[in-house]
């Protein structure tokens, strides 16, 4: 993928991740020369990681996954931002099929869906918080899509492409793990080109997920807030 690697800019929002940052970072290496790993202010050798893998290293504000997100988007130097989790759970190999739906077929984002591809933590993960998961998953997206009339199958993993100019279009808010609906919900209301492909999502390489499943209920509230605020807008706009 040498081509293409003065066209994508992959940015790793981490804390505490160093022992995956020391798997992942070489990986990535292949597919851009401008990584940006935006750091959680960790207490272990992330920055150390960054160092020897000549990587970009800077600290977030202490907000959370979103703002690390937003830190990151707004130094890069590439067109095309990819957002990849540091844990080592994304497939690297996805990142070919992302920058082609975003330079070859036009898209504005591009979205992963876990449920066409397979995931170790929602469907071969047979304990009962997978299953839990697994099913608050299909029951926020299937709440998203009847309010927003899409056909989405995986509205929450992370691993995503976006245009530069786009991501700063829609301005995103969210500090936290929100941020994922965040950017799919305000990109629907910007009427972007949004495409969604099948993704493998592996375990995680070292440590255990940050995201507590009771965190769930926020994305549902998430959700019904955006959709309230949305059909005010839209109402707004119809009568004036």
């Not at 272990?44 to 990151?72: H, M, P, S, W, Y």
């Not at 279009?169 to 080109?193: A, H, Y």
């Amino acid at each position: 993928m040498q081509q293409s690697l003065n066209l994508i800019s992959i940015v790793v929002p981490a804390k505490n991740e160093s022992k995956n940052l020391e798997f992942i970072l070489p990986i990535l290496k292949r597919y851009s020369d401008d990584i940006i790993v935006v750091d959680g202010h960790s207490n272990d050798n992330t920055r150390f990681q960054c160092e020897i893998n000549k990587v970009r290293f800077v600290l977030d504000n202490k907000l959370g996954k979103g703002d690390a997100q937003r830190v990151g988007a707004n130094l890069v130097k590439n067109n095309i931002i990819i957002f990849f989790d540091s844990d080592g759970s994304h497939d690297h190999e996805d990142i070919k099929i992302l920058y082609n739906k975003i330079y070859k077929d036009n898209a504005d984002l591009v979205i992963c869906s876990r449920k066409q591809g397979g995931s170790y933590d929602l469907t071969s993960n047979t304990s009962f918080l997978g299953f839990v998961r697994s099913a608050g998953c299909d029951f926020l997206s299937l709440i998203f899509n009847k309010i927003f009339k899409t056909k989405f199958t995986d509205i929450l993993y992370s691993l995503k492409a976006i245009k530069k100019d786009k991501f700063s279009e829609i301005g995103t808010s969210e500090n936290g793990f929100g941020i994922e609906i965040d950017i799919l919900i305000k990109s629907i209301k910007k009427n972007l080109n949004i495409i969604e492909i099948p993704s493998r999502e592996k375990s995680r390489v070292y440590g255990k997920s940050k995201l507590n499943t009771i965190v769930g209920l926020y994305f549902l509230f998430q959700i019904l807030r955006s959709s309230i605020f949305w059909g005010f807008q839209k109402f707004i706009k119809k009568v004036f």
